[in-house]
């Protein structure tokens, strides 16, 4: 059974960097597919922020690609986000999911995330 774990600070404040951490457990996922992450800002839909494949080649949403880094350990089975300098506007429930044919097949419950100004 696979199953996706996301855990974080909870609380940041403006101009931090936000560290977020997805746990993959089941059937090796994380050595053969690519991983996501997304959020959902309180009255918005879903926001693509990037994802990373199985051997490390990363692609981030323009609108986030210049604070935005997506890493994987496969030895821990974790996939990470970094988001720097956050304002109020990524204030959000981070989710991270596995992709499949390019569309998130499994998701993890999500976190959230509240940037305090």
């Known amino acids: 059974q696979v199953q996706l774990q996301e855990s974080g600070p909870g609380l940041v404040n403006t101009s931090q960097t936000l560290s977020l951490t997805c746990i993959v457990s089941?059937?090796?996922?994380?050595?053969?597919?690519?991983f996501t992450w997304i959020r959902q800002s309180p009255g918005k839909g879903l926001e693509w922020i990037g994802y990373i494949e199985w051997y490390g080649r990363t692609s981030y949403s323009p609108s986030l690609e210049s604070r935005t880094s997506i890493s994987r350990d496969a030895s821990k089975s974790q996939i990470t986000l970094q988001l720097r300098s956050v304002t109020p506007e990524d204030t959000a429930v981070y989710f991270c999911a596995s992709l499949q044919n390019w569309s998130p097949l499994y998701w993890g419950p999500g976190t959230q995330v509240t940037v305090s100004s």
């Open positions: 089941g059937e090796s996922m994380i050595n053969y597919f690519p």
